[in-house]
C-alpha cells in the first residue's frame, strides 16, 4: 500500500468520526415518531418547530452573548497583555506568563468550583449567573486570544515599528497604521477562538448557572438526564452550526485561513 | 559646522559593552562609513542616532541641536533598514507617503513629493504595487525613497546591500553613492563590506569591540592604516614585527636591489587568478609572506620551490602602533 493510500483512509476515517455523528444528529431529528431511531422512521419537522420555542432559543441566544462578550472583553485584554510578552523583557514576565496559560492546563471544572466558591464568600451571590459566567469564560479564553495575537506579533519584524518611529510616527501612531493592519487577523482570529471555546464550554458554565441564566450547553445537558429525545438532535445542530456559520463567514471577511494555516509571506 | 557629532557615547547592555566612548563628527553632505566585524557595536552606534534606545552616557547633536533625549519620530533622521522594513499592507507610494503623513503635509504637496521620490529611484511606474510584488533591488529603491522623501538632516543606512545579489549588489553601490553626492544628504551608512566602503565613502570609521580604530578616507584606511586591527580587517597584509606591507606592494626579484625592505624566501605555491598571480613564499626564519604580481605577460614567473628575494621599497613599508 503506497503512503498516500495510507493518509487518504486516515482523512477518510476523520471525516468518518467527525462528521457520521453530526449526520446521525441531523437525520434524527426529521423522525415523525417520538423515538431517536436511525435511520428515522417517516419525516416531521415538529422537532424543529420544539427546537425553535423560547425554552431552547433563549439559552441559545444566552449562550451568543457570553461567548460575544466573552470574545471581546478577552481580546481586549489580550492585546496589551501579548504586547507586552512578545516585546518586552521585564520582571515578573514569567509570572504572567504562567497566569495568562495557566487555565489552559487547569481543568475547567476546578475553575468553576473555585469561581462558585469565590463569588460565595465575597457575598456576590447575586452575581451567579451572566456575570459570574463572564468573569469565569474570559478566564478560561483568554490563553487562546493571547496566544493567537502573540503569534501574529511574533511573526512581524521589530524593524516595522522602527521604521515608522523613524518616519515620524509616535507610539500610538505606530500601532494604529502599522502594528493593528498587520495583526488583524491576528486579533479576529484570537477573538473567534475565545467565542467557539465559550460557546462550547459546559464544565465551568455549570457551576455558574441560575435559573434563566443558563447557556446552551447546560440547558442541553440537563435536558439528557431525562433522556434522548429528537429535539435535542435539532437542538444540537442549530448549536453545532452557530459556531461553523460566524468561523466561515469571518474566515470570508478576513482570510482567518491563513492566520491559522501559515502566513502569507511577510517582507 | 559638523551636521552629525557623537560626543563620548555609550552604550552598555548590564555588563556588556556594545558602544565604548565614541567621538565622531559627520560634516555636511559626507558619506560615513561605520565598518567592522559582526558585534563590533556599528549596527548599536546607528540605533543610537535614530534614537530607537538612548545612549547609557554621551550626547547627539544634529545640526547642533542636542537629541540624545529624543524619541525617534521627534528627531530628523531618515533609514534605511537592512531587511527594508516596508508596510507589507501599503503599496509603494503609500509606503513613501507614510512620513509625509505623520508629518501632516497637505496631500497635493505629498502626491507630488512621493512621485519626484520614485522619480528618483526610477521607479516612476511601480508605484501602486505592494512590496511583495517587487523584486529585492525594488524594495531596496522604494526604501531608500520613503527614507529620502522626508528630506532629513541624516540619512542611516543599515547594511542595505547585504540582501542583494552580488550583481546587484555591485549596482546599488554605484547608485546609491551617487544619488548621495547629487542629493547632497548627510549619510551613515553601516556595513562589514570592506569593498563597499572604500568604492562608496567619503570617510570611513574602523570599529572594533565598541571603539573606533581609525577614521579616515579610503585611501588613509587603506594605505596609512593606524592599527594592526585596521591594516589587518581591510585587504591583505604581511607583518614583520610592527612593520606592514601590502602584497600587491611587495616584489618578488632574483637578486636583492637594495635600500628597501628585502628577505629571501622560497616560493611554496602560486595561484593564477586571471588578472592576478598569488605567490604564497616561506622566508627564511620561517615567516609566511604574500605577493599579488598583476599578470603582466613581461615580467618573470616563478614556481613553486624557486629560490626568491621578497622585497618592497622603503616608502610601501609601514610601522603600526
Known amino acids: 500500500m503506497s503512503p498516500w493510500a495510507g493518509l487518504r483512509v486516515v482523512v477518510i476515517a476523520i471525516y468518518v468520526f467527525m462528521l457520521g455523528p453530526i449526520l446521525i444528529t441531523a437525520a434524527v431529528s426529521f423522525n415523525a415518531s417520538n423515538r431517536s431511531q436511525f435511520p428515522p422512521r417517516g419525516f416531521s419537522l415538529q422537532w424543529w418547530e420544539k427546537a425553535f420555542s423560547a425554552e431552547w432559543i433563549d439559552p441559545l441566544w444566552f449562550s451568543f452573548k457570553l461567548g460575544c462578550a466573552a470574545a471581546v472583553i478577552s481580546t481586549l485584554l489580550a492585546l496589551p497583555l501579548a504586547f507586552a510578552l512578545a516585546r518586552y523583557r521585564f520582571p515578573g514576565r514569567a509570572a504572567m506568563v504562567a497566569l495568562t496559560l495557566g487555565p489552559l492546563m487547569l481543568p475547567a471544572l476546578v475553575t468553576g468550583v473555585g469561581l462558585l466558591q469565590l463569588f460565595q464568600y465575597a457575598g456576590w451571590r447575586e452575581q451567579i449567573g451572566f456575570t459570574a459566567l463572564l468573569v469565569g469564560h474570559v478566564v478560561i479564553c483568554l490563553p487562546f486570544a493571547v496566544r493567537t495575537v502573540a503569534i501574529s506579533l511574533h511573526s512581524l519584524p521589530p524593524s516595522l515599528e522602527l521604521a515608522a518611529a523613524s518616519l515620524g510616527a509616535s507610539r500610538a501612531r505606530t500601532l494604529w497604521h502599522v502594528v493593528f493592519p498587520l495583526i488583524k487577523s491576528g486579533i479576529v482570529a484570537g477573538a473567534v477562538f475565545a467565542f467557539v471555546h465559550s460557546f462550547t464550554d459546559v464544565n465551568l458554565s455549570l457551576f455558574l448557572v441560575r435559573p434563566g441564566e443558563q447557556p446552551i450547553t447546560v440547558k442541553i445537558l440537563g435536558f439528557l438526564e431525562f433522556g434522548f429525545a429528537p429535539t435535542l438532535a435539532a437542538v444540537s445542530v442549530i448549536t453545532l452550526l452557530l459556531p461553523l456559520v460566524l468561523v466561515a463567514v469571518v474566515e470570508r471577511l478576513t482570510g482567518l485561513g491563513d492566520f491559522i494555516y501559515g502566513e502569507r509571506e511577510r517582507v | 559646522?559638523?551636521?552629525?557629532?557623537?560626543?563620548?557615547?555609550?552604550?552598555?547592555?548590564?555588563?556588556?559593552?556594545?558602544?565604548?566612548?565614541?567621538?565622531?563628527?559627520?560634516?555636511?553632505?559626507?558619506?560615513?562609513?561605520?565598518?567592522?566585524?559582526?558585534?563590533?557595536?556599528?549596527?548599536?552606534?546607528?540605533?543610537?542616532?535614530?534614537?530607537?534606545?538612548?545612549?547609557?552616557?554621551?550626547?547627539?547633536?544634529?545640526?547642533?541641536?542636542?537629541?540624545?533625549?529624543?524619541?525617534?519620530?521627534?528627531?530628523?533622521?531618515?533609514?534605511?533598514?537592512?531587511?527594508?522594513?516596508?508596510?507589507?499592507?501599503?503599496?509603494?507610494?503609500?509606503?513613501?507617503?507614510?512620513?509625509?503623513?505623520?508629518?501632516?503635509?497637505?496631500?497635493?504637496?505629498?502626491?507630488?513629493?512621493?512621485?519626484?521620490?520614485?522619480?528618483?529611484?526610477?521607479?516612476?511606474?511601480?508605484?501602486?504595487?505592494?512590496?511583495?510584488?517587487?523584486?529585492?533591488?525594488?524594495?531596496?529603491?522604494?526604501?531608500?525613497?520613503?527614507?529620502?522623501?522626508?528630506?532629513?538632516?541624516?540619512?542611516?543606512?543599515?547594511?542595505?546591500?547585504?540582501?542583494?545579489?552580488?550583481?546587484?549588489?555591485?549596482?546599488?553601490?554605484?547608485?546609491?553613492?551617487?544619488?548621495?553626492?547629487?542629493?547632497?544628504?548627510?549619510?551613515?551608512?553601516?556595513?562589514?563590506?570592506?569593498?563597499?566602503?572604500?568604492?562608496?565613502?567619503?570617510?570611513?570609521?574602523?570599529?572594533?569591540?565598541?571603539?573606533?580604530?581609525?577614521?579616515?578616507?579610503?585611501?588613509?584606511?587603506?594605505?596609512?592604516?593606524?592599527?594592526?586591527?585596521?591594516?589587518?580587517?581591510?585587504?591583505?597584509?604581511?607583518?614583520?614585527?610592527?612593520?606592514?606591507?601590502?602584497?600587491?606592494?611587495?616584489?618578488?626579484?632574483?637578486?636583492?636591489?637594495?635600500?628597501?625592505?628585502?628577505?629571501?624566501?622560497?616560493?611554496?605555491?602560486?595561484?593564477?587568478?586571471?588578472?592576478?598571480?598569488?605567490?604564497?613564499?616561506?622566508?627564511?626564519?620561517?615567516?609566511?609572506?604574500?605577493?599579488?604580481?598583476?599578470?603582466?605577460?613581461?615580467?618573470?614567473?616563478?614556481?613553486?620551490?624557486?629560490?626568491?628575494?621578497?622585497?618592497?621599497?622603503?616608502?610601501?613599508?609601514?610601522?603600526l602602533k
Not at chain 2, 556599528?42 to 538612548?54: D, Q, S, Y
Not at chain 2, 572594533?208 to 594592526?228: F, L, S
Not at chain 2, 592576478?276 to 614567473?301: I, K, Q, S
Request: hydrophobic residues 40%; charged residues 25%.
Open chain 2, 1 to 319: 559646522m559638523s551636521e552629525l557629532r557623537l560626543a563620548g557615547i555609550e552604550k552598555r547592555y548590564g555588563s556588556t559593552t556594545a558602544v565604548a566612548g565614541m567621538d565622531l563628527d559627520v560634516r555636511d553632505g559626507e558619506f560615513m562609513t561605520l565598518l567592522g566585524p559582526s558585534g563590533c557595536g556599528k549596527t548599536t552606534t546607528l540605533g543610537l542616532i535614530a534614537g530607537f534606545f538612548p545612549p547609557t552616557r554621551g550626547e547627539i547633536y544634529v545640526k547642533g541641536q542636542a537629541v540624545a533625549g529624543l524619541p525617534p519620530f521627534r528627531r530628523d533622521i531618515g533609514v534605511v533598514f537592512q531587511d527594508y522594513a516596508l508596510f507589507p499592507h501599503m503599496t509603494a507610494a503609500e509606503n513613501v507617503a507614510f512620513g509625509l503623513r505623520m508629518r501632516k503635509v497637505d496631500s497635493h504637496e505629498t502626491a507630488k513629493r512621493v512621485r519626484e521620490a520614485l522619480e528618483l529611484v526610477q521607479l516612476k511606474n511601480l508605484g501602486e504595487r505592494r512590496p511583495l510584488e517587487l523584486s529585492g533591488g525594488q524594495r531596496q529603491r522604494v526604501a531608500l525613497a520613503r527614507a529620502l522623501v522626508i528630506r532629513p538632516a541624516v540619512l542611516l543606512l543599515d547594511e542595505p546591500l547585504s540582501n542583494l545579489d552580488l550583481k546587484l549588489r555591485e549596482e546599488m553601490r554605484v547608485e546609491i553613492a551617487t544619488l548621495q553626492r547629487r542629493l547632497g544628504i548627510t549619510t551613515v551608512f553601516v556595513t562589514h563590506d570592506q569593498g563597499e566602503a572604500l568604492v562608496m565613502s567619503d570617510r570611513i570609521a574602523v570599529m572594533n569591540a565598541g571603539r573606533i580604530e581609525q577614521v579616515g578616507t579610503p585611501a588613509d584606511i587603506y594605505e596609512r592604516p593606524a592599527t594592526r586591527f585596521v591594516a589587518e580587517f581591510i585587504g591583505r597584509m604581511n607583518f614583520f614585527g610592527t612593520l606592514a606591507i601590502r602584497p600587491e606592494r611587495a616584489k618578488l626579484m632574483q637578486e636583492n636591489p637594495g635600500g628597501g625592505f628585502a628577505r629571501r624566501g622560497t616560493v611554496k605555491q602560486v595561484l593564477y587568478l586571471g588578472a592576478t598571480l598569488e605567490y604564497h613564499l616561506t622566508l627564511e626564519g620561517g615567516e609566511r609572506a604574500l605577493v599579488e604580481a598583476p599578470n603582466d605577460a613581461h615580467a618573470p614567473r616563478y614556481a613553486a620551490g624557486d629560490a626568491v628575494w621578497f622585497t618592497a621599497p622603503r616608502e610601501s613599508c609601514y610601522e
